[in-house]
């Protein structure tokens, strides 16, 4: 029996990868280049973020065994929710032992992507760091220089490529400034600055810290933002399920309107059941199921749209075409809210859409809404008398209550101060 090639649950590998090849291929070629950038990938949950990096990965190494760029790629990719950090001396001595393992033929576990032509890294001060569980970004730089040395004598220049997944894993830490000074001073003005490129992926609370003024990473970085699939990406995403009938296809877009996660989960358990002989009202049966299953996910979406992000798509939600910007504004009334973040995190995690100036503005698919229809005026209520939303009645007994910070209180809904037109300005330039 084949395999069911829609596992939303899991990052998909690049033989599965769909609708966003052209990025992937444009950010790894420009991270190859003598002036190549650093990269942050911008998308809220479960919007293909580590798909993203691990496509990216693949594309790299692609390129870098065709001898197509002006450097050869090390890439090196790194969990940081997998990988709990105490301090930038943490991260940076879990950074060098993910390092050696790639590269050292001493390795004890080399990774099946490992370096295809392994060195032998036997300094001795350099076999004294790894053994410490904490160490400078000084003696980072030595280590990260030695090795690159040792790689470039076999050819071309090798540049390291940190690929940072679950990045806002590293916010809201009493050192979070810290590291992002030393990630910046790392990439843009030390000793190994030029072999040395970062791409970050999280949600849109990184935009504080990649664009607020006086931020370590203001300017440093070229945002890259994931958009739901077109339909071109879509019938690709389709095109998996042989034998998938058209009216079940059009069933799954208007669900979803491209939406990679939901038109998955849609895609898992049809095909489950059979795609041949699926039909447009089982497509509405696992949405369904979706709204009971999953309603951590959909309060999830609607715990980070905060009051303003759902008072915005209040008003999307009735209808299924553009609305201007200004438009929006008049009916919320609401000068106390921030329209304009609240329709940014609409987009980033794929609940909208907007035209290529900004200034209008779409709903996406139909499964969403309907959650929001039935709970979006409660939801929105609590929210606003508590910061907290109310739990859902047939929810399970035991929800996890948040965890403390260094401070021992519990972390309140991410606010982000950041200017919008900032934002704004950067993404259109992409």
Known sequence: MNRNPFQYNLPVLPNDFVGRWPLVKSIALNLLLDGGDSHAIL?????GKSSMLTAIDSQLRNLSTAGSSDWTALPVLLDLKASPLASPEAFFSLLLDKLHS????????????????????DAGWFEQLLKKSAISIHEFEDALGYTLDKLDTLGQPVRLILLLDEFNETLGKLWTDQLYNQLRSLVYSGKVKDRIRLVPAGSES???HVN????????????KYLEVFDKSGF???CGRAEGLPDEVSAAIWNQSKGHPFLAQYLLYHLWERGVSTASAEDVDTQA????????????????ALD????????????????????????AVDDSRLNINLGLLRLCCHGLAIHDEGWMHYMRTGDLFKSWFDENGKDFIAELEATGRPRVKSNAPDQRKEPEPNEQGRSIPPIIIYGLFGIFRGCLRNQ
């Open 102 to 121: 790639q590269v050292d033929v001493t390795a004890r576990q080399r990774p099946p992507n490992a370096w295809p032509s392994p060195v032998r890294l």
């Open 288 to 303: 369904a199921r979706f709204r009971h299953e999953r309603y951590n996910d959909l309060e999830g979406w609607a715990h």
């Open 206 to 208: 990184l935009l504080e």
């Open 43 to 47: 998308a809220g949950l479960s919007c």
């Open 212 to 223: 607020e003024p006086g931020s370590p990473f203001s300017g440093k970085l070229i945002l």
């Open 307 to 330: 009051v303003a992000g759902l008072r915005a798509y209040g008003v999307l939600s009735v209808t299924s075409d553009w609305i201007e910007e200004i438009d929006i504004f008049r």
């Open 235 to 237: 019938r690709e995403l």
